[in-house]
């Protein structure tokens, strides 16, 4: 692996403050956890908030749309072309419904599910050959209220392993940058005991 690579990670969400901390908005807060842990700093810049950072020789550009989650697409699309960076050197984080809280769970590619922001990056890509980490949010509303269970907080028995989960999160990303998807598929997609 080049240890000049560029890596571009995108946390989805969306950026009004009335957002912070709900359910849909996690891929927001691993990123800001990743980018704390590296002590980067998040400025405003075109369509999203930027934090690059330098770890192992790695060039990192993390982003945070400010697009809103359905045009997330359009961020992605500008930083990859901007910074000149690979399809397979992207990493996107996002909620995933149709997963237990907190799990995890990293492929080198794939479709988008039910998830907007995932098809809005697949649709202005023009295909859908990019890494991507999925957390787990559970399915846990009656029928017909989706959106206002992804738009809401988590509970707080859930928080300690959302908590657990961010900092799995983070580490499987470090891992991805430095040694490869495999190795960080393997440790993002294995379950944890509770």
Excluded: C
Aim: net charge positive; glycine share 10%; no cysteine.
């Amino acid at each position: 692996m080049d240890d000049n690579r560029k890596f571009l990670i995108v946390g989805l969400g969306n950026a009004e403050a009335k957002y912070a901390g709900t359910r849909h908005n996690i891929g927001f807060e691993v990123v800001s956890a990743l980018a704390k842990r590296l002590d980067a700093t998040f400025e405003t810049g075109k369509l999203a908030y930027v934090a690059k950072v330098r770890h192992k020789g790695r060039q990192l550009i993390l982003i945070l749309p400010t697009t809103y989650m359905n045009l997330s697409g359009k961020a992605v699309k500008y930083w990859m072309g901007q910074e000149k960076i690979p399809a397979d050197s992207i990493m996107v984080v996002s909620d995933d419904i149709d997963l237990p809280v907190a799990e995890l769970k990293m492929k080198p590619k794939g479709g988008g599910g039910s998830h907007n922001g995932l098809g809005n990056i697949i649709e202005l890509l023009g295909h859908q050959n990019f890494p991507r980490l999925r957390f787990g949010i559970g399915k846990n509303y009656a029928q017909g209220y989706q959106v206002d269970y992804v738009l809401g907080k988590f509970e707080s028995a859930e928080r300690p392993a959302i908590d657990a989960g961010i900092e799995k999160a983070v580490d499987a990303i470090i891992t991805f940058i430095t040694i490869g998807i495999e190795k960080a598929m393997n440790q993002a997609n294995t379950k944890t005991e509770n």
